[in-house]
């Protein structure tokens, strides 16, 4: 990466960079190098199966490199996994709008947030997990990612609920709770019928569905 970087400095007529400090567009260069490497290893490998200098020579840096753009691993692990998050409850909430009537907008939603999501990265989504786990519980996220997430659920539930069921704190929560459920369980290969989950929610919060 960096040899790459020196070779563009010369061909655009600034000095080499060895010995110079890198210019704003190449330090743009070089997160971006580390955030693929860790997308990447992160998705294969899992979040405790990877080390920072793995991530740093896959993208062609050095380990100190990789702590001047990010303070720890689950601070890396954030700046992958938050962008990911944002763009899939992006589209999830696409299709909510595209349903018609309550029922199929909350059983978009919930096989949304429990299947649809984590699958379009199994790996990631795990990675998310063990990070969590195996943090200092003194250390404070890095990022309010389950704040968004929440909020964003709030609206589209707003969307599928009558007013009066909604609860804005403990539905988004406890929907989330089953999500790290089962994403968690499904990198054991304890599948459960998550269509089948999502029918009885629908089942107790709009009632059964008519014949």
Known sequence: MLDELRRCSHADGHPPLNGTPVVQVKKKQVRQAILDSAYDLFSERGYNSTTLQEIAERAGVGVSSLYSYFPSKIHLLYAVVEPWTKEAFDRLE??????KTPRDKLSTILLGVWRDVPMENLGLAN???EALA??????QKPAPLLKWVEERLMMMLASALPESKIDYEVLPNLFMMAYDGFVINRRLNDLRDIERVSNAMCDILLGPAKP
């Open 94 to 99: 696409e299709r909510v709008k595209k349903q």
């Open 127 to 129: 990675s998310h997990m």
């Open 134 to 139: 195996s943090a200092d519980p003194k250390q």
